[in-house]
């Protein structure tokens, strides 16, 4: 099995970036292979072109999101990694999926049309905020969060929505067993979901 791990945040030592890498062990320990994508490490553009509009006359996707498309063809999973800033993931994912996951790849045969290209994939998300889980959840902003960036997300691209993890109260100074069970919780995840350990 194949994951592309989708990371999107600014500071490589990060609650977020310790969850990528949780997960990251925990899949291949599994053997499994997984596909690093470090959205900022990789200065990654997330303004999508004019051309790469589906409906314009010139429609063709940058080399960029071609180099990402060709890494990501055969993944079985794409796990993605991201804080809540203004409680909503940051622009750098957005773009991302806008651009790589946009027609010809995820979905619209031919780059035409809206069928769905990556069925039999799997998608999960690991999610992040200052703001305690049971506001977050209260305010209705999960479920808006799961309906846009993993339900309808996953449907358009023919792909099946499997989890969404979030922890909420991560602020500077955060205990670290709190850290530590969160990790480990993450490899339990993997584990649940994608089989046991070989």
């Known amino acids: 099995m194949k994951h592309a791990v989708i990371f999107a945040h600014p500071n490589q030592k990060s609650f977020t970036a310790s969850v990528a890498a949780a997960y990251t062990q925990a899949a291949e320990a599994l053997g499994h292979d997984v596909v690093p994508r470090d959205l900022y490490r990789m200065h990654f553009d997330p303004r999508l072109q004019a051309d790469e509009l589906f409906f314009s006359d ?9 180099v990402e498309r060709k890494l990501l063809e055969d993944a079985d999973v794409y796990a993605l990694f991201y804080p809540l800033w203004l409680n909503t993931p940051p622009a750098i994912l957005k773009g991302y999926l806008e651009r790589v996951f946009g027609y010809g790849f995820a979905y619209g045969k031919n780059g035409r049309d809206a069928e769905p290209l990556l069925k039999g994939r799997k998608l999960i998300t690991f999610s992040s905020s200052g703001a305690p889980f049971y506001w977050v959840k209260e305010i209705g902003n999960f479920e808006a969060i799961k309906t846009l960036f ?26 670290e067993d709190f850290v530590e069970n969160w990790l480990n919780d993450v490899g339990n995840t993997v584990t649940r979901h994608f089989g046991s350990p070989k």
């Open 58 to 66: 010139t429609f063709r996707p940058g080399p960029d999101v071609m």
């Open 150 to 175: 993993d339900s309808h997300f996953a449907a358009v691209c023919g792909m099946e929505f499997i989890d969404h993890i979030h922890a909420g109260r991560i602020v500077p100074g955060i205990r």
